[in-house]
């Protein structure tokens, strides 16, 4: 079977005309920076040329002639050369920090503000770590190529240029017998280059698998632990680990061999020069500082050619990074605004669905649902894994568009007013709530952003929360860590249930919000919950049926049709799906189990 290509593995090409447009629009703003990032590196350059040029002075018409005036003028301007290259050299790395720091934090702000408003259907088919990928080594690997990359591209092209001008100027035939070089570089460079793109892919292929063993393991230690396969794991890691050993080392043995051989290639130039211009010399053809400074230019000469060989895996890497990025900057949302999409005004919290239909990657889900929710009432939704029940609210929030038929809130069709002014006017409790890292005060405030501490208090009385904060070792103050894992289960849910209550929203939704709470804690929320679902249109997904018994209409739900609906005592004596529903829960509470899940 052929094995998938992750993005993560793709290299891309060394220089893409589009993706580099694409990724210098980050730099275009910052002109001014740019020009003094270059003006910083030229001079910096400028003044590494002076030296040989100078050691040529000093021993043609210093030392030569016993001119001790001219060598003290040479010693002071070569001090002086190489202070001001010090000083280019501070403003070059500063300037070029600078204008990295910028362009990274817009295209991380760009990036973050788009992953924002993409709709729910673009994360359905991504990893996490993938997307937080490009947030990271992604961008900074476009940052290498818009700001110092590219910069040092151009620097070191000028220079080059530079230096075969003076070669030239010196001396014609030396310069012919250097340029012969250039063929065996290139050959050399266009072996090593397919061998480490080849490499490189390899690496990273590698490294993908280690992190995903990693994540594998870390996720579930409760499950390694319980079967004791600590030996059997670490066996497993041995042989991922030890392959990308063996990749890196690979790549590196590549690296070995090509860098010597880029250097060999110089220094049999360098010898050429010696034996060639020496015999020069002795025919008195050249002076011996006009050899000493070609020599010193030949060194230089080297520089640049094998900065440019090395910038071509950043420059394939940068590509490969601006690909990744762009492909999600490409992403359209597929649930937005349309033009002339109108603000919702306060709603009262009529629900209509109206032969709704929706398919999921051309699977139908939903088949001509019709119900209605009258303000203030409370909806419970039943059925089992897969039926449509999350769909159901995941469109009433329009998370998702319908595929056929509507859904319209006090007469308003979902897809007439902007996103914004609907969801701002629903709340919703999920299965797993998350906490982000901070006090449990900021948590519940999140709800309602400018809450006052006395308002974040009360509701979290009105829901049964208050009581265990204040035991918290810090009260509100307490920090509940990354995902809220200083707390329990229970402990988190009654806490977005708080969260949710501050937000005071029109329309609520808890999907299976009390699955994670037990008998205790359940009894504990229920006149919370009573007082948090009081007034507003409420959907209910229900884990526990006896968490339902008095919504106003519970609507039964079968692969993706209503085949029920009704109050408790209506579908009981109706003696249907969720007759039969409720006493399979109902005999396994007697047996003392825990209740089955039916959704």
Not at 190 to 200: C, I, P
Request: hydrophobic share 45%; aromatic share 8%; with cysteine.
């Amino acid at each position: 079977m052929r094995r998938p290509m992750y993005d993560d593995e793709l290299l891309g090409k060394a220089f893409d005309p589009k993706l580099a447009r694409k990724s210098f629009q980050f730099i275009v703003p910052y002109k001014k920076k740019i020009a003094l990032a270059m003006l910083a590196m030229v001079l910096t350059a400028g003044t590494g040329l002076v030296g040989p040029h100078l050691t040529q002075i000093a021993i043609d018409s210093g030392m030569k002639n016993g001119d001790v005036r001219v060598l003290k003028i040479v010693a002071l301007v070569y001090i002086f050369t190489f202070v001001l290259r010090w000083i280019f050299q501070y403003w070059q790395t500063i300037a070029i920090s600078v204008l990295g720091q910028r362009v990274v934090y817009d295209i991380r702000h760009k990036l973050f503000s788009h992953i924002q408003n993409l709709s729910l259907d673009f994360f359905d088919n991504r990893e996490i770590g993938r997307i937080i990928a490009r947030l990271t080594s992604d961008v900074g690997s476009v940052n290498a190529l818009v700001t110092s990359g590219s910069l040092s591209l151009v620097t070191d092209s000028l220079k080059l240029i530079g230096i075969i001008i003076i070669l030239v100027n010196k001396s014609l035939e030396l310069s012919l017998l250097v340029f012969t070089l250039m063929v065996p570089l290139w050959i050399v460079t266009a072996v090593f280059r397919k061998k480490n793109r080849l490499a490189y892919r390899d690496v990273r292929r590698k490294v993908a698998t280690v992190t995903a063993h990693v994540a594998e393991n870390v996720s579930g230690v409760k499950v390694v632990k319980s079967f004791s396969r600590e030996a059997e794991n670490l066996n497993r890691f041995k042989k991922v680990n030890r392959e990308t050993r063996d990749a890196q080392m690979h790549a590196s043995m590549l690296g070995a061999i090509f860098w010597p051989t880029m250097e060999v290639i110089s220094w049999i130039g360098i010898g050429m020069i010696y034996w060639y211009g020496g015999l020069g010399v002795i025919r008195g053809e050249l002076t011996l500082g006009l050899l000493l400074a070609f020599v010193g230019y030949m060194h230089q000469f080297f520089e640049p050619i094998r900065n440019m060989s090395g910038l071509y895996q950043t420059m394939q890497d940068a590509m490969a990074g601006a690909e990744r990025i762009f492909e999600i900057l490409d992403q359209e949302p597929t649930v937005k605004d349309k033009p002339g999409a109108i603000e919702l005004p306060p709603i009262r919290g009529d629900v209509e669905f109206k032969n709704v239909c929706f398919a999921y990657d051309e699977i139908p889900i939903l088949k001509n649902v019709s119900f209605k929710a009258n303000a203030g009432e409370t909806i419970a939704i039943v059925g089992p894994t897969g039926a449509g029940k999350t769909t159901i609210i995941n469109l009433i929030g329009r998370q998702y568009d319908v595929t056929s038929g509507s859904i319209t809130i006090d007469g308003y069709d979902i897809r007439d007013v902007t996103l914004k002014s609907l969801r701002s006017q629903m709340g919703i409790v999920l299965q797993d709530s998350f906490l982000f890292p901070g006090s449990i005060m900021e948590n519940i405030r999140y709800g309602r952003l400018d809450a006052t501490d006395a308002e974040v208090i009360e509701a979290a009385k009105i829901v049964g929360a208050h009581e265990f904060i204040v035991e918290l070792p810090q009260g509100y103050n307490t920090d509940v860590h990354e995902g809220g894992s200083k707390l329990s289960s229970g402990q988190k849910q009654i806490i977005s249930f708080a969260r949710a209550l501050l937000a005071d929203p029109r329309i609520l939704i808890l999907d299976e919000a009390t699955s994670s709470v037990d008998t205790q804690t359940e009894m504990i929320i229920q006149e919370g919950l009573r007082k948090l679902l009081k007034g507003r249109t409420s959907f209910v997904i229900a884990h526990r049926l006896s968490t339902i018994t008095e919504a106003d209409c519970i609507l039964v739900v079968e692969d993706g049709q209503i085949v029920e609906s009704g109050t408790h005592r209506d579908l009981l004596t109706l003696g249907g799906a969720y007759r039969r529903l409720y006493d399979m829960q109902f005999n396994f509470e007697l047996a003392g189990e825990r209740s089955p899940s039916i959704n």
